[in-house]
């Protein structure tokens, strides 16, 4: 079984649509994060958490929230969806406690939304 | 603004030679660095990183190179192998920015059998 899975892998949907991204990871990780590929960029951070309590906006938040359900679960929502959110979708995790860096994150297999 | 860069969109080796694959970084407070793997229609796996307190860091085909006074860093793969084409992004990160990453473009890489 996959240690970070997401819901659903593609979505299709209309301009002004609520639209909800999940994201759940078996990993015991307590960090978590939504990021966005938009074709020829990099990943761009949307937010993050620390932990059930502590949630950051990223680079690019305007737009977008999310919730930290538990610390198994995060999800992303677009309150309104518009075209130019059309993009990849990536939910990450890493661990603080791990003895290395929390930096290194490890990602799940991602969601592709189109906004129409 | 771009704080980490991958200036090659794409690279195309033959199978058993050399891949060198670059990144630079304009941020000067990163101190950790790491490549990832991402193949079509699955998410980026960790493949490597490096400290900034090290010039240099191995794991099997894979080695990274890290130049600190050039802001720079290559990731090596050698020998190349089919299996190995996919897109590398670079990232970069710091202590002092809560440790999230800042991601280059990516490099497609593709090994011809």
């Known amino acids: 079984d996959a240690d970070v899975t997401q819901t659903p892998r593609n979505r299709i949907t209309k301009t002004g649509k609520r639209i909800m991204l999940e994201c759940s990871q078996t990993?015991?990780?307590?960090?978590m994060y939504w990021y966005r590929q938009d074709p020829g960029l990099g990943l761009q951070l949307i937010y993050y958490?620390?932990?059930?309590?502590?949630?950051n906006k990223g680079e690019i938040s305007d737009g977008y929230s999310v919730s930290r359900q538990a610390q198994a679960k995060f999800s992303l929502s677009l309150e309104s969806a518009i075209p130019n959110q059309t993009a990849l979708y990536f939910c990450?995790?890493?661990?603080?406690?791990?003895?290395?860096?929390?930096?290194?994150?490890?990602f799940g297999p991602g969601t592709r939304l189109t906004v129409l | 603004d771009q704080q980490v860069k991958q200036n090659s969109p794409s690279l195309s080796v033959q199978e058993g030679r050399i891949s060198i694959l670059n990144c630079d970084y304009t941020?000067?407070?990163?101190?950790?660095f790491l490549w990832y793997k991402k193949y079509p229609a699955e998410g980026p796996t960790f493949l490597i990183s490096?400290?900034?307190?090290?010039d240099k860091n191995e794991d099997g085909r894979f080695t990274v190179f890290l130049n600190k006074s050039a802001k720079h860093l290559s990731l090596h793969i050698v020998p190349s192998q089919p299996g190995d084409s996919a897109v590398y992004f670079c990232?970069?990160?710091?202590?002092?920015?809560?440790?999230?990453?800042?991601f280059g473009t990516g490099t497609r890489l593709t090994v011809i059998p």
């Open positions: 990450a995790t890493s661990d603080p406690a791990s003895g290395g860096r929390s930096d290194t994150q490890y």
């Open positions: 990993k015991g990780h307590d960090r």
């Open positions: 958490s620390f932990d059930v309590k502590d949630i």
């Open positions: 941020n000067s407070m990163f101190d950790y």
């Open positions: 490096i400290s900034s307190i090290k």
């Open positions: 990232a970069a990160s710091s202590q002092t920015g809560a440790n999230n990453l800042f």
